[in-house]
């Protein structure tokens, strides 16, 4: 499967945006899908995971109750909607998926996404 993100840009610390992550198959049924980021100099995080069946989406503690994932399975895209933007959410966002597992930690994901900048001033 092929992912395709899009939606980053600069916004002001306490603005939203909104990230898209199309797939180029349907997931619906067959894949979890994730986002994660990376800023300059740090590792990689997870950010949020919706499972394959669906059911309420799982965060990072640095983003629970400001983010919110979805997925609109007719599009094969998910959606990251962000509020309340800070300056320490600016980062790569990558979208990622894996075939459904009965894995729930946000592990071995093999498809990938090209990433997508959100930068937040202050």
């Known amino acids: 499967v092929q992912l395709q993100a899009s939606g980053g840009g600069l916004v002001q610390a306490g603005d939203s945006l909104r990230l898209s992550c199309a797939a180029s198959?349907?997931?619906?049924?067959?894949?979890?899908r994730a986002w994660f980021r990376q800023a300059p100099g740090k590792e990689r995080e997870f950010v949020a995971l919706i499972r394959y069946a669906g059911g309420s989406p799982i965060y990072a503690d640095s983003v629970k109750g400001r983010f919110t994932l979805s997925r609109d399975n007719a599009k094969n895209t998910v959606y990251l909607q962000m509020n309340s933007l800070k300056p320490e959410d600016t980062a790569v966002y990558y979208c990622?998926?894996?075939?459904?597992?009965?894995?729930?930690?946000?592990?071995?994901?093999?498809?990938w996404g090209q990433g997508t900048q959100v930068t937040v001033s202050s």
């Open positions: 990622a998926a894996r075939r459904r597992t009965v894995l729930t930690a946000p592990l071995n994901f093999p498809y």
């Open positions: 198959e349907d997931t619906s049924i067959t894949f979890d």
